[in-house]
Structures are given as C-alpha cells and as structure tokens.
Nanobody, 121 residues
Framework: QVQLVESGGGLVQAGGSLRLSCAAS????????MGWFRQAPGKEREFVAA????????YYADSVKGRFTISRTNAKNTVYLQMNSLKIDDTAVYYC??????????????WGQGTQVTVSS
C-alpha cells in the first residue's frame, strides 16, 4: 500500500507560481496512476489533474488547463504539480492521490494529508 506526502504549498500572490510535490513510499510507484485534487473552504473536493503510470497521458480540469502542469519522475517516486498564473480561486487544500491501474479522473484509493495553497490579491 502506497503512502503519499505532499509538500510545496504556501502563500503566493495572484499571478504567481508554486510547485507542489508528492513523495510516494511503500509501493511500486510506476504501478499507480496519480492525481491532484483540491478542496476549498465550504466546497466539495474536486479533480485538478491526473497522470498515467508512464507519465505519457495527462488529464486536466478545465479550470486549470493551460496554467497547471502535472508530471512525474518514477525513479524518484514523485509526482509534481506546477501551478502558474495562480488565481484567488485556486486557494484550497491540495491533495495527492494514487490508484492502481490506468489514469482516470475519479476512484482514487490512496491519499496524502494535503497541503495548503493560498493565493492573495
């Protein structure tokens, strides 16, 4: 069973950038499709991005397409979320998630503890 730990969150001004990282341990990382989700105060958790086991396919929510990039380095058991042109609406707790099998936008079984991203005006 894989364990996931996110890092890289923080406070940034609108228009700025942040890079989130998620380190995996306890499993064969390349067997897991990986995703990023977020939850803003008072809202449900929503899909942000996902990447296939080999890193060759990526999915994005429409709200982040063109601004966020998901990537992974299997040799380092790490998945990343590069966030550019950040908006106030991007403020949320960001969660890393993994699932055994192919890439999809839902049905993730393993979750990190989350990292806070706050975008200020």
């Amino acid at each position: 069973q894989v364990q996931l730990v996110e890092s890289g969150g923080g406070l940034v001004q609108a228009g700025g950038s942040l890079r989130l990282s998620c380190a995996a341990s306890g499993g064969t990382f390349s067997n897991y499709a990986m995703g990023w989700f977020r939850q803003a105060p008072g809202k449900e958790r929503e899909f942000v991005a996902a990447i296939s086991r080999e890193g060759t396919v990526q999915y994005y929510a429409d709200s982040v397409k063109g601004r966020f990039t998901i990537s992974r380095t299997n040799a380092k058991n790490t998945v990343y979320l590069q966030m550019n042109s950040l908006k106030i609406d991007d403020t949320a707790v960001y969660y890393c998630a993994g699932r055994l099998g192919p890439i999809i936008r839902y049905d993730y079984h393993y979750w990190g503890q989350g990292t806070q991203v706050t975008v200020s005006s």
